[in-house]
């Protein structure tokens, strides 16, 4: 096992974490959330601001998400709740919205990059094979997180509502579940999720205004291929992720940064349903 | 203040600038059955909607134990102890039997103290608890259905043609149902129906419903004449 597959699998695990919190919020909302790149971004600023203040850099990671959590309930109640009955305006208002937050952070932090300190440095020897501690552990984190969301989805209460709410909003508003608080937390949570993502991703990289643009792109193509399914997801992620660190390291950078796009739409012209059941 | 559970007063309702129905009123007693009778067309379907809030109602007003309701949220009418089963797109069909009854009740604490009220009334139900909703046979979706109202412990239900596409042993295992429900838990019932033997077996009085319009009402009794209602049903 090279680090070639290494790469691979850390790669997908941080697709699925980045992509994650767009899908909760179009598998329950039918909202196609083009603020999920600015609330990538949100995260790694959170990320940049802990580690100035001197918070451990994991805590940054739980704090991007209650943060993110928090901000995504008032945008649901000021910007979306409204829109509810125009879902194409309220596409366009998380675009708008998107477009807001990055001019925040310019206005705030400039258009520079800035860069976060990493929870985990330095390398480690895993299966013979010595690769980057830091990556591993968000393999691990992506891991914790799809069952999280698997369990929280079929064992919660919250869930069989969402899964209801998914399938039926009518029928469930009739068995007395609050539609609007159902989609109120789960754009909580799809912000959350991306937030902290955001955090996750920034010590791999860096921050900017406009860091969460091309997060966005793949997570959208992603989710376009997967439905409405974590495990689904997983698979794409591993599929398009894992074809284009093979494209990059043995083709060409230039053509791996495309491989997503290319993959996902040929994917879909061969079976518009993507690797969804449904 | 009067004995009806549920009181309506000149109703108003429709989609859009299309009036559906026009000045209905009604009540429903404490442990009575109602049903609403009429073709195809006839507002029946609409009734139950805007009792329920999915349709807002141009004007009247709908007291639910004295209180006004009218055009209330639909899961607050529910969590106001009204349970709706409608006619079409009844269930989820790709989650489980016991999903499906879990939906019935808010809390899962609720959903185990009652559980054991569905095995009296449906065993078979209980028996395929982890079965996908939609691989039930016809029969089988509409006692869960059933159950899934039941098992909310409804002080109010409203049943929209559940006896349509049903073998007649099975349309008479509902009457029993409905019958139990109303004489042993004393829930009441607003069943709006084609199936005149089916109506009239299980209810206490009944209404006519044509274009939007209630046009006869009475006592379900000996002397109620299936075969002059069934005029009005006729196609």
Not at chain 1, 28 to 38: E, I, Q, R, Y
Not at chain 1, 202 to 216: H, I
Not at chain 1, 241 to 263: A, H, N, R
Not at chain 2, 163 to 189: F, K, N, W, Y
Request: aromatic share 8%.
């Amino acid at each position: 096992m090279g680090s070639v597959t290494f790469d691979v699998l850390t790669t997908a695990a941080i697709l699925f974490v980045v992509s994650t919190g767009l899908m909760v919020i179009l598998g329950v909302m039918k909202l196609l959330n083009f603020a999920h790149g600015a609330f990538l971004t949100t995260g790694g600023y959170v990320a940049y601001m802990a580690g100035l203040a001197g918070v451990s850099p994991w805590l940054s990671i739980p704090l991007a998400s209650i943060l993110g959590f928090l901000f995504g309930l008032v945008v649901e109640r000021i910007v979306i709740r409204p829109l509810y009955q125009r879902p194409l305006d309220a596409i366009l208002a998380t675009w708008g919205l998107g477009i807001v937050i990055s001019q925040v952070f310019a206005l705030t932090f400039g258009r520079g990059v800035q860069f976060a300190p990493s929870p985990l440095s330095g390398t480690v020897d895993f299966l013979g094979v010595e690769y980057s501690a830091y990556r591993l552990a968000i393999a691990a984190i992506a891991i914790l997180l799809a069952f999280a969301l698997i369990g929280l989805l079929s064992l919660t209460r919250f869930g069989l509502n969402a899964r209801a709410v998914i399938v039926n909003e009518d029928l469930a508003r009739g068995l007395g579940i609050d539609s609007t608080k159902v989609r109120s937390l789960t754009f909580g949570l799809g912000a959350g999720l991306a937030c902290a993502a955001g955090a996750l991703i920034t010590p791999l990289l860096s921050v900017d205004p406009n860091m969460g643009l091309p997060w966005l792109v793949n997570s959208f193509m992603l989710v376009l291929v997967s439905g409405v399914s974590f495990p689904s997801l997983l698979f794409a992620s591993l599929v398009l992720g894992g074809t284009q660190v093979l494209v990059s390291t043995y083709v060409s950078p230039i053509l791996g940064g495309m491989t997503i796009v290319v993959l996902a739409a040929l994917i879909l012209r061969l079976n518009p349903k993507g690797f969804s059941r449904a | 203040m009067n004995d009806a559970i549920l009181s309506v007063r000149d109703l108003n309702s429709g989609y859009g600038s299309a009036s559906v129905l026009r000045n209905i009123s009604l009540d429903i007693k404490k442990g009575e059955i109602l049903t609403i009778l009429g073709k195809n067309g006839m507002g029946k379907s609409t009734l139950l909607n805007t009792l329920m809030g999915f349709v807002s109602p141009f004007s009247g007003k709908v007291m639910l134990n004295d209180k006004d309701v009218t055009d209330i949220k639909p899961h607050l009418m529910a969590r106001s102890g009204v349970a709706h089963t409608p006619q079409e797109n009844t269930l989820f069909p790709d989650l489980t039997v016991e999903d499906n009854l879990r939906l019935g009740v808010t809390s899962d604490r609720l959903f185990q103290q009652r559980i054991s009220t569905i095995e009296t009334i449906f065993p078979r139900i209980i028996e395929r608890l982890k079965q996908r909703a939609g691989t039930l046979s016809g029969g089988e979706q509409k006692m869960l259905l059933m159950s899934r109202g039941l098992v909310a412990q409804p002080q109010l239900m409203f049943i929209d043609e559940v006896s349509e596409g049903l073998q007649p042993a099975m349309v008479d295992r509902m009457a029993e149902v409905l019958i139990r429900a109303r004489d042993e838990l004393g829930i009441s019932v607003l069943l709006v129906e084609q199936n005149l033997d089916f109506a009239l077996s299980v209810a206490n009085r009944f209404m006519i419903l044509k274009l939007g319009e209630f046009i006869e009402q009475g006592v379900v009794d000996d002397r109620t004449s299936a075969e002059h209602l069934s005029a009005h049903l006729a196609i």
